[in-house]
């Protein structure tokens, strides 16, 4: 129990320390370094996966491709890396792989089971319009898909956005407008419609 | 730097990325536009949406990238991974809440055997003509060729309206019912009619003395092989009870392994926790004849189901992707109707249908229709489609995780 005790009090340290603090613990013994990863796994994890499974449309390559960006991730603070933005550096790598992923296997990745939602909390018409969400989201082009998910899911800011995908400020503003617009287009009988019941 | 058009400014309002000077411009074209207005209500309900659509990855995975990374012990080999349950005792009240109701379905199904079926050992004690005149009789001629079993005989009027006959050779072009009918003239032998098998080797049916009966009633064949202590025989049994009374006593226990569907599309990455699962879709019964080709019994498997579901975490709705592998227990029956013969001789129909609890999950139960297979001896193979179902709760609410696909058993008579 005092062992428990313990664990969880180092756990709620690593959550009060910094990223980047963090990530320079990796190179350091295994109980440090596994502390440390769990921490940021704790904080990233749910983003990343999201972001991979918006972009590629499988839950299993998602968990795949998660997977593999901490064990860079590890690897790259093994190597004493110094990185000044943690969040984009992490949402870069799995960038990376997700654009990777996507150009070995070019098909069409969104499956519609995926979709398939049956909690009887959510509202029913909070899911009908997570389900045209979704749907209108495959109609983006993918520059405008990629910036819309890391803006709405991520919660990236326009900077780290600009930062993630290499684009100026400018780009990412209009892919970001241009898709937002866009999905409020095709969404928007439905929405109307959604308004004039409620 | 050119001012942003309303639209514009709308959205990046929205995302807190408008810059001070250019929030009044937006404020009094809202003011002033409807549609505008229109537009950012939209573009909000959107965003709540969005925001309400929150994935997290599966439970395991952050032990996965631990092992990765070798900071921590792979994950054991063998692991059936199971969903949290409230309490132990009430994982043990399901569990025994699955074999109850197997012992249940066996038992009733135990109890509908005609207690009038006589088998050889009754007939060998002169209990063959208890309760005579009550409808279907049945007696055992097995042991007549080994004259173990006195021959009844015209002057003792007896009434068998069944005969099962033990062939080691060749079964018997006819079988001679012996029959009393009152005072009518005995000694009279009638080749039944719905029997077309091969001529009887030599059967020793000379020394039985038999009456003819005037409605030979329809004779239905039995097979099966067993492991006897003299090796491997085939039992071939003719009787003229109901098709689903008769043959019970000596049909042989038997052990039933299958495989059941995976529940993983072939275009689907194999989940971690069915690669680490030992046994991920098998299952085990210990079967017990109850009726003619009917067997129940208690059944045992470990099964991955995939699960999509939508629950609540937190407050806040949370997509679920999982494919545990779940253990259950259960009651089983089985119907392979040995008097079909498809094609091949022991090629028959057969389904099965099992019910049970999946540990720490809920109710499952699965339908297998398709053919058996069953060469002289005492292997029986299977194969056919399998339709399962899993009800589980999560959070207060049930779902269900359906599955289908080919399977195939293995069943061995003892």
């Given at each position: 129990m005092h062992t428990g005790i313990m664990q969880r009090q180092r756990a709620k340290d690593s959550d009060e320390v910094s990223d980047v603090d963090l990530y320079a613990r990796?190179?350091?013994?295994d109980a440090v370094a596994q502390e440390a990863l769990s921490a940021l796994y704790r904080r990233y994890s749910q983003r990343i996966y999201t972001y991979c499974r918006k972009i590629l449309g499988d839950n299993h390559i998602a968990e795949d491709l998660l997977q593999e960006t901490f064990i860079k991730l590890f690897d790259s603070g093994k190597q004493g890396r110094i990185i000044e933005n943690f969040p984009a550096y992490l949402m870069t790598i799995a960038r990376n792989l997700c654009l990777s992923y996507r150009a070995r296997n070019k098909r069409a990745y969104v499956q519609v089971e995926d979709f398939h939602l049956t909690a009887r909390d959510v509202p029913y018409e909070h899911k009908e319009l997570l389900h045209l969400i979704h749907a209108s989201l495959e109609l983006l082009p993918e520059d405008y898909r990629e910036a819309f998910v890391l803006r709405e899911y991520n919660g990236l800011t326009y900077n780290e956005i600009s930062e993630v995908i290499g684009e100026s400020l400018d780009v990412v503003k209009v892919r970001i407008f241009r898709a937002k617009k866009k999905l409020r287009d095709i969404l928007a009988p439905y929405l109307s419609d959604l308004n004039d019941n409620s | 730097m050119t001012p942003l058009n309303p639209d514009e400014a709308l959205y990046a309002f929205v995302d807190g990325e408008l810059e001070l000077g250019d929030e009044q411009r937006l404020f009094d074209a809202l003011a002033s536009h409807p549609e505008l207005r229109t537009e950012m209500k939209d573009v909000l309900a959107i965003r709540n949406a969005v925001h309400r659509d929150v994935l997290f990855p599966p439970a395991s995975a952050e032990t996965e990238i631990l092992a990765a990374t070798g900071l921590v012990a792979p994950v054991g080999v063998g692991a059936v991974a199971v969903a949290a349950s409230p309490t132990l005792l009430s994982r043990f009240l399901h569990t025994g809440g699955g074999i109850l109701a197997g012992v249940i379905i066996a038992y009733f199904l135990f109890n509908t055997e005609d207690s009038s079926i006589v088998n050889g050992s009754d007939t060998k004690s002169g209990?063959?003509?208890?309760?005579?005149?009550?409808g279907a009789q049945s007696t055992q001629l097995s042991d007549v060729q080994t004259g173990a079993t006195p021959p009844p005989v015209a002057a003792a009027p007896v009434r068998v309206e069944t005969l099962y006959v033990r062939v080691k050779d060749k079964a018997p072009k006819s079988v001679t019912s012996i029959a009393d009918n009152g005072n009518e003239a005995a000694n009279a032998e009638q080749t039944n009619p719905n029997i077309t098998n091969a001529a009887p080797n030599g059967g020793d049916f000379s020394g039985i003395a038999s009456l003819r009966i005037t409605t030979a009633p329809s004779l239905y064949m039995s097979s099966s092989s067993s492991l006897a202590p003299g090796g491997l025989f085939r039992d071939t049994r003719w009787s003229e009870a109901s098709p689903l009374m008769a043959g019970v006593v000596d049909a042989p226990y038997s052990i039933r392994m299958r495989s059941l569907p995976s529940s993983v599309g072939s275009d689907r990455r194999i989940p971690q926790s069915v690669n680490d699962a030992v046994l991920a879709n098998a299952a085990v019964a210990f079967l017990y004849p109850v009726m003619h080709d009917v067997r129940v019994g208690a059944e045992v498997g470990f099964e991955a189901y995939h699960q999509v579901f939508t629950t609540l975490r937190d407050g806040r709705p949370v997509e679920v992707d999982q494919t545990p592998v779940l253990a259950w227990f259960g009651g089983t029956a089985e119907w392979a109707p040995s008097e079909f013969d498809l094609l091949l001789t022991g090629l028959r129909p057969f389904a099965s249908l099992t019910g049970g609890y999946a540990l720490a999950q809920g109710p499952m139960g699965n339908i297998v229709v398709g053919l058996q297979y069953q060469p002289l001896g005492p292997l029986r193979m299977s194969a056919g489609y399998s339709y399962g179902m899993l009800g589980f709760r999560d959070t207060g609410n049930w779902f269900v995780s359906k599955k289908y696909g080919f399977t195939y058993a293995l069943s061995v008579d003892l």
């Open positions: 990796l190179p350091l013994e | 209990n063959a003509q208890a309760g005579l005149g009550q």
